[in-house]
């Protein structure tokens, strides 16, 4: 391919096919797009990438991303909401989700991943200390564990639960509930949903 296009070409669909799940025809047609695309508005592009880590910066305490001026997350600092009560996620996109419900009141705590030997990716490698002083700082309540339903998700989830036990952390522990999405057929539901689905089934 490298007689056939132009370097400057071949070097944006290497970088672009560097994002995760983007694959090499996903590349060169993004590639594509953005050589005819207008100039102005790759140049917006290119700045707000080149901005991004001088732009962004993590939350102290909840480790949330948060802007270069603030010193703590907004959703932490928020007097109206409840610090008792801790929703732990793997990721600070996590968060998005939870407050798109529009219901949960509480405050957030961001691992920075979830457990995965595969990955390499330990306990150690998480902001697991840092919780267990915001629970005795904050006089926490009760900790949602709002971890991925993955097998690294739950094994996290699990790991969190003993850890706390371990550490004589007196604390409610819960676990988001997971079931059958709306819309979707029994039969193409993975065994995770299902066995999730048939723990927490409920009275009609």
Do not use: W
Not at 84 to 98: F, S
Not at 166 to 195: C, S
Request: net charge negative; proline share 5%.
């Amino acid at each position: 391919m490298s007689q056939l296009l132009p370097a400057a070409l071949l070097r944006a669909i290497d970088e672009i096919g560097r994002l995760p799940g983007v694959g090499a025809r996903t590349a060169e047609r993004y590639a594509y797009f953005l050589l005819r695309a207008d100039a102005h508005a790759n140049q917006k592009l290119a700045d707000a990438i080149a901005n991004l880590h001088s732009g962004v910066k993590t939350c102290p305490v909840t480790f949330a991303l948060i802007d270069p001026d603030q010193d703590v997350s907004p959703l932490y600092s928020d007097q109206s909401r409840n610090k008792k009560l801790i929703a732990v996620v793997e990721e600070p996109l996590d968060i998005i989700a939870l407050e798109r419900t529009g219901q949960y009141k509480g405050t957030y705590h961001v691992l920075g991943g979830a457990i995965s030997p595969i990955d390499g990716v330990g306990p150690e490698q998480l902001h697991i200390p840092e919780l267990l002083e915001r629970v005795k700082a904050d006089d926490v309540e009760e900790i949602i564990i709002a971890t991925n339903a993955s097998v690294e998700g739950e094994s996290t989830a699990l790991f969190l639960q003993r850890h706390l036990i371990d550490a004589d952390i007196t604390v409610k522990m819960t676990r988001l509930a997971r079931g059958i999405p709306v819309g979707v057929d029994l039969e193409y539901a993975d065994q995770i949903t299902l066995t999730h689905a048939l723990e927490g089934r409920r009275l009609l």
